[in-house]
Every structure is written in C-alpha cells, then in structure tokens.
T-cell receptor, first 115, second 111 residues
Framework: GAVVSQHPSWVICKSGTSVKIECRSL??????MFWYRQFPKQSLMLMAT?????????EQGVEKDKFLINHASLTLSTLTVTSAHPEDSSFYIC???????????FGPGTRLLVL | GEDVEQSLFLSVREGDSSVINCTYT??????LYWYKQEPGAGLQLLTY?????DMKQDQRLTVLLNKKDKHLSLRIADTQTGDSAIYFC???????????FGKGTRLHILP
C-alpha cells in the first residue's frame, strides 16, 4: 500500500526557534499534499493544501508567514513552523493524495513541543 | 456548510459487533472514508466508499451509506482488543476537493 513518512517523528525546541517537518510519499507520486494539526483528543484541522510547483492554499485563520509550506517535488512537502511558541505545540500530520486522486494517505505525524 | 458528526464514545464487548455511525451535511460529497487512529499514531485508512455505492464489505468491515439521509456507518464484526482506537469519519467535498473530518469516535473494548 501507499506509504507516507514524516520526519522528525517528534521534536522539542525552545521558543523562538524554527522547526522544519518533512513529508514524503515513498512509493507513489503526489501532486497534492495536505497539512493538518491535531490537538489532544480533537479532530484533525486542515491547515493548508500544498500543490507541487505552486503556492500553498491556506485555510482561514492559518498564518501563511507562520507556517511556511514548500512542495518542491512530487514526493516531498515541507512545513516550517517559524518562530515557534508554546501555543504551536501540537501533533502535525501530513497526507498525500495519489495521482488517481481517490484517497489520501496519512503520515505517522510529528509531535512538536515548544518550551 | 460542511459538517461531519459522530458520537464521541462507544463501548463494545470483545467478540460482539461494533457499529459506528456518522452523519454529514454536504450532498456533493464524492467519497466517504473511515480512518483509524491508535494512540500517538497517525491515521490509517480503513476503507472508503464512493457516493454512488450503498455498501462495501472488506473482511470484518462493512460500510453502509444512506445517501438520502446522509448517513454513513462502519460495522466491525467480531471486535477484538486490537480494534480499540479512535475512528474518524470523513467526507471528500466535490466543490473544493477537501476532506472534512468528524471529531472521532473512541471505541473501547470490554473484556
């Protein structure tokens, strides 16, 4: 089956630093990738849709300058949390849609803790 | 608007069937999904159904779709302790191709 990886799986950083999270589709190509965040015992909240070779589309209320997304190839999208603060601590999950476009495959998630 | 509703908790005895229900509001949904999330892990796609289908069965999993009532259900036969997880219902909205998730149903297995 389709596999999506994320790196790192968890990260602890000091307030004010930037953190980059990678999302890779390992055995398929994905023109579209999605970034979600999930607070404890909550559902997934879509942050942005990332299209290969073009600018990401952000959901209402998500700061694009705070959460920088780059989708440079058909197998890699990155999310950079700039100047992270404790309220950015969350579980960040990416997903990738295959070229047929029928479904999304999710990565294992990255747990971010900002001290 | 787009909204997916599901009950938050379900307790089932081991060996019984679990039925998790979901309702959605957008009639333009093309695909409907069930995802499973175990503690601290990402989402695992369990199954999906196209909006022109009524039922889909895959081993212990049966998905029923009532498009008229916008109701989706997931039945897990012979529930095992390994089925303990949060189950998310999700719809893919045709209009802008986003996937909207419900809040998840936490399935608890009783011995």
């Amino acid at each position: 089956g389709a596999v999506v990886s994320q790196h790192p799986s968890w990260v602890i950083c000091k307030s004010g630093t930037s953190v980059k999270i990678e999302c890779r589709s390992l055995d398929f190509q994905a023109t579209t990738m999605f970034w979600y965040r999930q607070f404890p015992k909550q559902s997934l909240m879509l942050m942005a849709t990332s299209n290969e070779g073009s600018k990401a589309t952000y959901e209402q209320g998500v700061e694009k300058d705070k959460f920088l997304i780059n989708h440079a190839s058909l197998t890699l999208s990155t999310l950079t949390v700039t100047s992270a603060h404790p309220e950015d601590s969350s579980f960040y999950i990416c997903s990738a849609r295959d070229l047929r476009g029928q479904t999304q495959y999710f990565g294992p998630g990255t747990r971010l803790l900002v001290l | 608007g787009e909204d997916v509703e599901q009950s938050l908790f379900l307790s089932v005895r081991e060996g019984d069937s679990s039925v998790i229900n979901c309702t959605y509001t957008d009639s333009s949904s093309t695909y409907l999904y069930w995802y499973k999330q175990e503690p601290g892990a990402g989402l695992q796609l369990l199954t999906y159904i196209f909006s022109n289908m009524d039922m889909k069965q895959d081993q212990r999993l049966t998905v029923l779709l009532n498009k008229k009532d916008k109701h989706l259900s997931l039945r897990i036969a012979d529930t095992q302790t390994g089925d303990s997880a949060i189950y998310f219902c999700a719809e893919r909205v045709n209009r802008d191709d986003k996937i909207i998730f419900g809040k998840g149903t936490r399935l608890h297995i009783l011995p």
